[in-house]
């Protein structure tokens, strides 16, 4: 298993960004790591790091080309901004994600003119917030107390949301709210608030909000009484606000998390640094089976999170129509397996991953700051709701088919058609090809030899038949199974189709890179390795490795851990050059 660049992959502006930054492990770096924990110390934003932000242009990245902006692929966007969820988490979050969320729903519902002054404002370096949740209500929207109702001339804002990110800071806010006092989905909006026409005493900040992870994202709360804001100011029709977000949420859930990648990658090299140093018994700490084995786990579980999640990007130009489904299991798998590797690892660090000073300084941080991985935007446990009742009309109108995805789905870097976030789908309505993939490519194997290409044919026919034991189980669920109030057993379901999501994922862009030529991907080892794991009993450990795909994922881990290049699928220039 030899790796290269995988250079159609990547955005060519991401070397302009590295460059950049520099090298965040070199200690005469003012953006690298020591600057990075200063900030972290003080609970603020890191001031430099915004500032090399804001020369780049990062704001053009979430602004469509059609408005000026850089943003025509979405899997170029989540490349760019792991280049800096790898450096700060809270930069990733504080300058770049909370304006990206704002400007997905303009760019779903938003007019011409709206869209075009959201443009302006991220293009010069700006902010836009958006405003969901209140912390009486949680996720659920449908309870939403604060109101924009019609008024002598036009719209009334009354009431608070809470824990926003940069919402002092920011020039513009994308709220949701209730513009009709009737109940059903259709009595809430989105309103775009340009905070600078507001008359003046009508708004107010609530105190900041302080985090144990996350220090330095500006978490506050806005307060309106009695406002004026214009008709005009609704995003699309009136009583769509409900729609509009359950597309958006399809973008954001499925690119935020992909970005918590670049978290991990620093992690883990972190950690195998750490491990290469210290001596242990007459030799170094990555010289015991034990470490070994823990750190090509992480690795393995790394590359397939990552497969999942590039495979859900690209599926939101490809498969419009079905990522209401690919969406929620992004979220609900991604972001467990990076909170599970980032645990693992502090393991193998022991007391060095609470310690704040020295060469793993950095990963008491990376350890608070991956935490809203799981719960931010959405909660593991909400997606896990709302994938339930959709598993018996997948189990009768899918589950069965012989429907493969299309192959583009799994060729990272591969062409893509144009972003439409208004053809994507609030429903798939029982239509999902990406686990029945999984039959047709094992169907169509390529021939080949071997411990791994063996253990992978094993693997894929396991998942085969998981889909057809869980489509049994599934259809025989009873309305009250398919509640809240279902007991694990059944929640378990989802759990159990989503690994066969990951399992289709992985093993569908290993067979297509077969004929690409990808060193790396070609190589059954690593989507061998991804299946081994997955095929652990639900709340079991999941297993070491076989020695052969063990030693397989060692060797490549050291291979790009000495020269530097990314821990993902696919590997990122040199940290630092281009």
Not at 219 to 244: K, Q, S
Not at 253 to 259: A, D, F, K, N, Q
Not at 264 to 290: E, F, I, K, M, N
């Amino acid at each position: 298993m030899t790796t290269v660049l995988a250079e159609g992959a990547l955005p060519a502006r991401l070397h302009t960004l590295e460059n950049a930054l520099g090298d965040p492990f070199d200690t005469g770096n003012r953006l690298g790591f020591r600057a990075v924990l200063a900030a972290d110390e003080c609970g603020e934003m890191f001031e430099d790091g915004e500032a090399a932000l804001h020369d780049y242009g990062l704001g053009a990245e979430f602004v469509p080309a059609a408005f000026g902006g850089r943003l025509t692929r979405l899997d170029h966007l989540v490349e760019i901004m792991r280049c800096v969820y790898r450096r700060d988490p809270c930069l990733g979050l504080g300058y770049g994600a909370s304006s990206f969320i704002a400007g997905v729903n303009l760019w779903a519902a938003g007019s011409d003119e709206q869209c075009r002054e959201a443009a302006r404002l991220l293009l010069s370096g700006r902010r836009i917030a958006v405003a969901y949740h209140e912390l009486a209500h949680g996720n659920d929207m449908a309870r939403t107390e604060f109101s924009a109702l019609p008024g002598p001339a036009g719209l009334v804002l009354n009431g608070r949301k809470e824990v926003i990110s940069n919402v002092r800071r920011a020039e513009a806010v994308v709220v949701f709210a209730r513009t009709s006092p009737r109940p059903g989905s259709r009595s809430h909006s989105q309103v775009y608030v340009d905070k600078s026409r507001l008359p003046a005493g009508r708004m107010s900040y609530l105190p900041r909000f302080r985090t144990t992870g996350m220090r330095g994202v500006q978490l506050g709360g806005i307060e309106f009484r009695d406002c004026p804001l214009p008709v005009d100011a609704v995003l699309g029709a009136p009583g769509r606000g409900l729609e509009t977000a359950l597309r958006s949420f399809q973008v954001t859930r499925t690119t935020l998390v992909s970005m918590f990648t670049g978290v991990v990658d620093t992690a883990l090299r972190t950690t195998l640094h750490h491990v290469q140093g210290r001596r242990l018994y007459g030799r170094t700490a990555a010289d015991l089976p034990h470490v070994r084995s823990v750190l090509t786990g992480a690795f393995s579980d790394l590359l397939a999170a990552d497969c999942f999640a590039t495979v859900g990007t690209r599926a939101l130009h490809l498969l419009p129509a079905e990522t209401a489904i690919h969406a929620q299991a992004v979220k609900f798998f991604v972001s467990k397996a990076l909170m599970d590797i980032m645990n693992r690892l502090s393991s193998v660090l022991g007391a060095h991953f609470y310690v704040r000073e020295g060469t793993a300084a950095v990963f008491q941080k990376l350890l608070r700051d991956i935490q809203p991985a799981g719960f931010g935007h959405a909660a593991r446990a909400a997606c896990q709701v709302s994938l339930l009742p959709q598993l018996p009309l997948l189990a009768r109108r899918s589950w069965s088919a012989d429907t493969a995805a299309p192959a583009g789905l799994f060729r990272s870097g591969g062409d893509l058609p144009p972003l439409d976030i208004r053809r994507l789908a609030i429903s798939a309505g029982g239509r999902e090809s990406l686990s029945t993939s999984l039959r047709a490519g094992l169907a169509a194997m390529p021939d080949g030899s071997g411990p791994a290409h063996t253990a992978l044919r094993a693997r894929g026919e396991h998942f085969v038949g998981e889909l057809g034991r869980l489509a049994e189980e599934c259809i025989a669920l009873s309305p009250s199974d398919l509640s809240v109030a279902a007991d694990s057993r059944v929640y378990d379901l989802t759990t159990r189709y989503v690994h066969v999501l990951v399992a289709a994922a992985c093993f569908e862009t290993w067979r297509h890179a077969c004929a690409g030529g990808d060193a790396f991907l070609s190589d059954p080892a690593w989507a061998a390795a991804a299946l081994h794991r997955l095929r652990a009993p639900l709340g079991a450990p999941r297993p070491a490795l076989p020695d052969a795909l063990e030693e397989a994922l060692w060797h490549e881990l050291l291979h790009r851990h000495d020269r530097s290049l990314g821990l993902g699928l696919v590997p990122r220039p040199p940290v630092g050059t281009g």
